[in-house]
C-alpha cells in the first residue's frame, strides 16, 4: 500500500493506493499551527479497517517551508557572502546578521584573492558575539571552486567549537552558476533548518508511534521525491511542492498521453497554468521563486493566476458586470451572499450541485435585473470573462517559452514553437469549466479521473529525481561533481590521465555519479535506466594558438515521473482507437 | 533584513548570442568559446534576475537586411552564413526592442563582428563578412524613419574602416571611430584626416591613440572632445561600437584600457544602442568588461567590478603619453570646427559635380585584394544625397587566382527623382558594357536590390 498526503493551505488530502487502485480517500482542514495533526487526521481515515504493516511507502507535499519563509518562522541566520568583484553585493544583506568578507575566486576556479586571517579573527568575534548557531556561507563562484567555502568552514568550527549548529555552504546547497541565487537560497535552507527538524522528527515519531513503518518521503518543488530525512539539510527543496503535486497528478491521471498538454488547475481563489511536453514537465528556467526571493531550486513551471472558483463578480465604475481577482465568500449557491464565478456555473447549468435559486437572487442584486434570461446571459458573459482572463494569460506563458534564451545555431535554427494539443483540467468546477474552456482555446479537452485528489495521488506516486552536474577543466587538471556527497566537490586529474579525459569519459563518471546517488536513495524504483545526460557541452581552451585543454560542462538528470507500477490503473486514454466513456473525456 | 533589488535606472534589452558551434578555424580567436567566461560572468553575477534587464533571443536577418547595406560579391547567400545572419539579426532585435519601447537601451552581444565589413564584399576581413551595426541602421531607417540622425561612436581598438567606408558619404550619420594608431595595427588606416566624402565632410572623425592609452587619456578624449561634439551634432541614436580590444590583456593589441575604463566611457557616452565588436582576451578581460558595460549601461554600481590583477595605477597615464593625446584631440576638434570649409584632398573633382577616388581594399582571411573605383554626385537638389557608382576588381590571391571585376549602382534612401532616373540609366548601362561578372543596384528609395550576373 502507498499513501499520499497533500497539505494544503486550506485542506490536506491523502489518498491510500492498494492493490494499484484508489481505495480510499481522505481531506480535512488543514491545521497551519500543527501540520502533523492534520497529517495523523488523514492518516487515521485513510488507514481505518487496514493493515498497517501493508503501507510499504508514504509521500508527503507540504507548505511547511512556504510558511516558515511566508512568516518569517526562523531563528537569527547568519549569512557570510564571500562576493569577490562585480555587482555591488549590499542588496544581498537578507539575513538577520551579515558579513562580506575578501577572498574570491575567478570564473575558472582560480583562487584570486585569500583571505584576510585579520578579517577572519574580527568575523570569529562578531559571530561570537551575534550568539547565532545558523550560518549560511557563499562565494562567488564556489561552484567552480568550495575551497574557500571549506576553509572559513573549517576555521570557524575550529575557533568556535560547539557553537555553530547548523553551517550550510552554498557550493553544496545552490552548485548551478548565479551567486544572488546562491546566496538567497542557501540562506533559506539555513534559515528553515530547525524548524524543519522539528516536523520531520514530529512526523517520523507519531508515524511510529501509530504503528507504521513505511518508508517516508518528501515531494520536491522539481515534482520528485527525497527520503524525510534529507529535508533536513534541503527544506528549501519543498518550496512550491503543491503545484509541483497537482502536475504529477496529471501525470498519474493521464499517463500515456504524450501530446503537447496545457493543465489547468482550478480552486476557490487561484488557477494554476502548467505544460506537459511529451508526457514531461517543464522546468522553470532559473529555478522558483518564493516570496521575494529567487532561489536556484529546480521546479516544475508553473504559472498562478488569483482567479477561481470563488472569485466574485462586481459592478465596476462603468456599470460593467466584472470577475474580480478576489474571494470575499463561498459562492452564493453554497451558502454565501456574493455572486461568484461559481454561481455563474450554476445559473447556467454548467455545474449541477448548488442552490441555483441563490445563485439568482445574489446576481438579481447586483444586476437590479430580475429577468432571468438577462441574468443568464450576464453569467454566460462572466464565465467568458474567465476563459479570456485564462486565455491571455496561457499565451503570455507560450510566449515567455518561445523567448527563451538558446546560445548555438543549431538550437536557433530547430527551435520549434510550443502548441497544446489537448487541455487538460483538475479541481472542484473542472467538470463545469473545462467543455468551454477547450472550445475557447480550440484544444481537445481531458477530464482525468479522481480529479478531485489528483494532488495526493501525484505525491503518493512521483518518484524520486536528481539533477548532478560536471563541470572539468583539463587545462587545470580538475573536475567538479555537484552534491554533498564525499564524492562530490573537486576532484583532480592527474597528469596520465589528461590527455584521456575525453567528453566520453566525462559523461561516464557523471553517469555512474549519478546512478550510485539514485541507488542511494534507496528505492526499488530508481534503476539506472532512469538516469540521462540532459546537456554536454565542450570547449578548446585556446592560448597562443596552441590548445592547452578542454572544458567539459555536463548535466545528468532522473526527470520527474511516476512509478511505472502504477500508471496503467489510472491512465485516461484519449487516442482514437480506444473510445472514450464519457466519465473520462467530456465533449464541448 | 532588507531584500531590495538593484536599482536600475534604464530598462537594458541583451540580446546574448555565443554561437557556441561557431568559429572561423579551430584556432583562430574568433571562436566557438570567445563568449564562454562571460557567459559565465553574467549567469553568475546573475544579472539576467535583475528586474529591468531582459534577455531577447536574436532573429535572423534576411538577405534584403544584407542587401540594404552591402554589395555581396557574387551575392548574399555565398558570404553571409548562417552565423553571420543571426549576428546581424541580433542587432536587429536589439534596435527592435530599443524602438518599440520595450527597453531604454539595448546591448547586442553577438559574435561575430562586423564593423570591418567595407559596402562591397569580396570576402571576410578582420574576422568580418557582414557590418552588424550597419545593416541594424538600415533596417531602423526603412522601418521607422529614413531621416534618423546617428551617431556611431566606435570603441573598438582596430579602426572601423567598414563601418566609415559606408557612411562615408551620408550626412546624417556621424562616425567617430576611436582606435589605436593605424601606424602602429591592423588595418593601417584610420588617420584624423580621413573626413568623409565631399558631401559629408567633418562627418567622419578618426581619433588614433598612442599604443599605452588607459582609461585617463581615453576618458580625457571622451570629456573633451566627443561628448561636445556629439551634443553638437544632436543625434536621434547613439550607437556604441563597442570593441572590447582595448583592453591591456588583450592579445591583439596595444592599449591599456581597465574593466573600470569601459563601464565609465560606456557612461559618458550614453547610448542607446550597443554592439559587440572584437576583443580577443576571453579569460582576462571580456567577462569583467561585458559586465562592466551592461551595469553601466542599465545604471547600476560598478564600482565594485575589477579585474583580478587590477591596481588602480593602471588608469594613470604618463605626462608623454597624454600629450600626445592631447595633440590629436586638437587637431580632429580643429577639423570638426571649421568642417563646412574644408576641401576633401582625398577626391578628385570630375565634371558635373561627380568625384572620384581609388582605394585598395585587402581581405585578410579569405587573401583577396581588392581595387575600387569610387565616382560619387554631389547634387545640389535640396535634401538630395546623390547616387554613387562603384567599380571593383576582386584579385583572388590564393591557388585559382581568378579575377572578379563588378559594377555597382548605389541610390541613397534620400535622393531625388533626377538623380533616381541617372542611377537606373546607368545601371543599363553597366549591365550592357559586358565588362564586368556582376552588376548590381542598391536603391533604398524602392528598398529594392538588383543583381545582374554575366552568365
Ligand atoms: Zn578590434
Ligand atoms: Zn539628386
Redesign the pocket.
Known amino acids: 500500500m502507498i499513501i499520499g498526503i497533500d497539505i494544503g493551505g486550506t485542506h490536506t488530502d491523502g489518498v491510500l493506493i492498494k492493490n494499484q487502485q484508489i481505495h480510499q480517500t481522505s481531506k480535512v482542514i488543514t491545521d497551519q499551527n500543527n501540520l502533523t495533526t492534520s497529517i495523523l487526521k488523514v492518516l487515521d481515515n485513510l488507514l481505518l479497517n487496514q493493515d498497517k504493516d501493508q503501507v510499504t511507502r508514504i509521500v508527503f507535499s507540504t507548505t511547511l517551508t512556504t510558511n516558515l519563509i511566508a512568516q518569517k518562522n526562523y531563528p537569527p541566520t547568519g549569512l557570510i557572502m564571500i562576493p569577490g568583484p562585480g555587482l555591488n553585493p549590499d542588496w544581498l544583506k537578507i539575513a538577520a546578521h551579515n558579513w562580506v568578507i575578501s577572498g574570491s575566486i575567478d570564473h575558472r576556479g582560480r583562487q584570486v584573492t585569500a583571505f584576510n586571517q585579520e578579517e577572519l579573527n574580527q568575523l570569529q568575534a562578531e559571530i561570537q558575539c551575534a550568539g547565532i548557531t545558523d550560518l549560511a556561507i557563499v562565494g562567488k563562484f564556489s561552484t567552480r571552486n568550495p575551497v574557500q567555502e571549506k576553509q572559513l568552514t573549517a576555521f570557524l568550527q575550529s575557533s568556535l567549537p560547539d557553537r555553530l549548529r547548523n553551517i550550510q555552504l552554498g557550493h553544496q546547497i545552490a552548485p548551478v552558476l548565479n551567486f544572488p541565487r546562491r546566496v538567497q537560497t542557501t540562506w533559506l535552507n539555513t534559515a528553515v533548518y530547525q524548524e524543519y527538524s522539528k516536523f520531520a522528527a514530529s512526523v517520523q515519531r507519531s508515524v511510529l508511534e501509530r504503528g507504521i513503518t513505511a518508508e517516508l518521503f518528501l515531494l520536491k518543488a522539481d515534482g520528485g521525491t527525497m527520503p524525510l530525512e534529507n529535508g533536513l539539510s534541503a527544506g528549501v527543496e519543498t518550496i512550491k511542492s503543491g503545484p509541483a503535486a497537482s502536475i504529477m497528478g496529471f501525470l498519474a491521471l493521464t499517463g500515456t498521453d504524450n501530446r503537447t498538454s496545457l493543465l489547468l488547475d482550478i480552486g476557490g481563489t487561484t488557477t494554476d497554468i502548467a505544460l506537459l511536453i511529451g508526457g514531461i514537465p517543464l522546468f522553470e528556467p532559473e529555478g522558483v521563486q518564493i516570496g521575494n526571493y529567487n532561489t536556484s531550486v529546480r521546479g516544475l513551471l508553473n504559472r498562478s493566476i488569483s482567479f477561481g472558483g470563488d472569485s466574485y463578480v462586481y459592478k465596476d465604475q462603468t456599470g460593467n458586470i466584472r470577475l474580480q481577482s478576489k474571494r470575499i465568500g463561498p459562492a452564493a449557491a453554497f451558502g454565501g451572499n456574493t455572486p461568484t464565478l461559481t454561481d455563474a456555473l450554476v445559473i447556467t447549468k454548467l455545474m449541477s450541485k448548488g442552490d441555483r435559486e441563490h445563485a439568482f437572487s445574489a446576481f438579481e442584486q447586483l444586476t437590479e435585473n430580475n429577468d432571468p434570461n438577462q441574468i443568464i446571459t450576464t453569467a454566460r458573459a462572466i464565465i467568458q470573462q474567465f476563459y479570456q482572463i485564462i486565455a491571455s494569460e496561457v499565451e503570455k506563458l507560450l510566449n515567455e517559452l518561445k523567448q527563451r534564451p538558446v546560445y548555438t545555431i543549431h538550437e536557433l535554427l530547430t527551435d520549434s514553437e510550443l502548441k497544446p494539443e489537448v487541455v487538460m483540467m483538475i479541481g472542484g468546477p473542472a467538470n463545469a469549466l473545462l467543455p468551454g474552456i477547450a472550445e475557447f482555446l480550440d484544444l481537445e479537452p481531458v477530464l482525468p479521473r479522481y480529479h478531485h485528489v489528483a494532488n495526493a495521488l501525484g505525491a503518493a506516486l512521483a518518484r524520486p529525481t536528481l539533477r548532478e552536474t560536471l563541470y572539468a577543466d583539463t587545462e587545470q587538471r580538475f573536475y567538479i561533481l555537484s552534491g554533498k556527497d564525499e564524492a562530490s566537490g573537486k576532484q583532480s586529474i592527474n597528469h596520465t590521465q589528461k590527455n584521456n579525459f575525453t567528453l566520453d569519459k566525462a559523461k561516464k563518471i557523471l553517469l555512474d555519479y549519478t546512478t550510485s546517488l539514485a541507488v542511494q536513495k534507496q528505492n526499488p524504483v530508481c534503476s539506472d535506466d532512469f538516469v540521462e545526460i540532459t546537456f554536454e557541452e565542450s570547449f578548446n581552451i585556446v592560448r597562443d594558438y596552441q590548445t592547452r585543454g578542454q572544458i567539459f560542462r555536463l548535466e545528468a538528470q532522473i526527470k520527474p515521473g511516476i512509478i511505472s507500477d502504477f500508471t496503467d490503473t489510472f491512465i485516461t486514454k484519449t487516442n482514437s482507437t480506444s473510445p472514450l466513456s464519457p466519465e473520462r473525456r467530456v465533449k464541448p | 533584513m532588507k531584500n531590495t533589488l538593484p536599482q536600475i535606472k534604464n530598462r537594458l534589452g541583451l540580446v546574448f548570442f555565443p554561437a557556441y558551434d561557431w568559429a572561423i578555424t579551430p584556432d583562430h580567436p574568433e571562436r566557438e568559446e570567445r563568449l564562454l567566461y562571460t557567459h559565465d560572468q553574467i549567469l553568475e553575477e546573475g544579472l539576467l534576475d535583475l528586474p529591468g534587464i531582459q534577455e531577447f533571443k536574436p532573429e535572423l536577418a534576411t538577405e534584403k537586411d544584407v542587401a540594404r547595406v552591402h554589395i555581396c560579391v557574387p551575392n548574399v547567400t555565398n558570404l553571409a552564413t548562417t552565423s553571420h545572419l543571426i549576428s546581424a539579426g541580433g542587432a536587429i532585435t536589439a534596435a527592435k526592442k530599443y524602438l518599440d519601447g520595450l527597453v531604454d537601451k539595448a546591448f547586442a552581444l553577438v559574435r561575430p563582428p562586423g564593423h570591418h565589413a567595407f559596402r562591397v564584399v569580396h570576402g571576410n576581413r578582420g574576422f568580418c563578412n557582414i557590418n552588424n551595426e550597419a545593416i541594424m541602421v538600415e533596417w531602423l531607417r526603412t522601418t521607422y524613419n529614413p531621416n534618423l540622425k546617428i551617431a556611431f561612436i566606435d570603441t573598438d581598438a582596430h579602426h572601423a574602416d567598414g563601418t566609415q567606408d559606408i557612411y562615408y558619404h551620408d550626412p546624417h550619420v556621424l562616425h567617430i571611430s576611436i582606435h589605436q594608431d593605424g601606424r602602429t595595427l591592423y588595418p593601417g588606416t584610420g588617420f584624423s584626416w580621413e573626413l568623409g566624402g565631399p558631401g559629408a565632410m567633418g562627418m567622419t572623425l578618426n581619433i588614433p591613440l598612442p599604443p599605452y592609452t588607459t582609461d585617463e587619456g581615453y576618458l580625457y578624449v571622451i570629456d573633451q572632445l566627443i561628448l561636445p561634439i556629439v551634443q553638437e551634432f544632436k543625434p536621434d541614436i547613439i550607437i556604441n561600437s563597442a570593441g572590447q580590444d582595448n583592453h591591456y590583456s588583450d592579445p591583439l593589441t596595444n592599449m591599456s584600457i581597465t574593466a573600470q575604463g569601459y563601464a565609465r566611457l560606456n557612461q559618458k557616452l550614453d547610448p542607446q544602442l550597443a554592439v559587440l565588436q572584437g576583443g580577443y582576451s576571453i579569460e582576462d578581460a571580456l567577462p569583467y568588461v561585458n559586465v562592466g558595460i551592461i551595469l553601466a549601461m542599465a545604471g547600476l554600481d560598478y564600482s565594485h567590478l575589477r579585474e583580478p590583477d587590477y591596481t588602480p595605477s593602471r588608469s594613470l597615464q604618463t605626462v608623454k603619453v597624454l600629450d600626445r593625446i592631447k595633440k590629436v584631440t586638437e587637431q580632429v576638434r580643429y577639423y570638426w570646427e571649421n568642417r563646412q570649409r574644408l576641401v576633401s584632398n582625398e577626391f578628385q573633382h570630375l565634371e558635373d559635380d561627380y568625384y572620384y577616388r581609388e582605394k585598395q581594399i585587402f581581405y585578410d582571411t579569405d587573401y583577396i585584394s581588392e581595387d575600387q573605383k569610387e565616382i560619387v ?1 554631389l ?3 535640396d535634401n ?4 554613387l557608382f562603384i567599380e571593383s576588381v576582386g584579385h583572388h590571391l590564393g591557388r585559382t587566382g581568378h579575377q572578379v571585376p563588378i559594377a555597382a549602382v548605389i541610390l541613397p534612401r534620400l ?2 527623382k ?2 533616381q532616373k541617372t542611377a537606373r540609366e546607368k545601371y543599363a548601362k553597366y549591365c550592357a558594357s559586358k565588362q564586368f561578372h556582376h552588376v548590381y543596384l542598391q536603391d533604398q528609395v524602392a528598398d529594392e536590390y538588383i543583381h545582374w550576373s554575366q552568365n
Not at chain 2, 384 to 387: A, E, I, K, R, S
Open positions: 554626385k547634387c545640389s537638389t538630395c544625397q546623390g547616387h535622393s531625388c533626377e538623380c
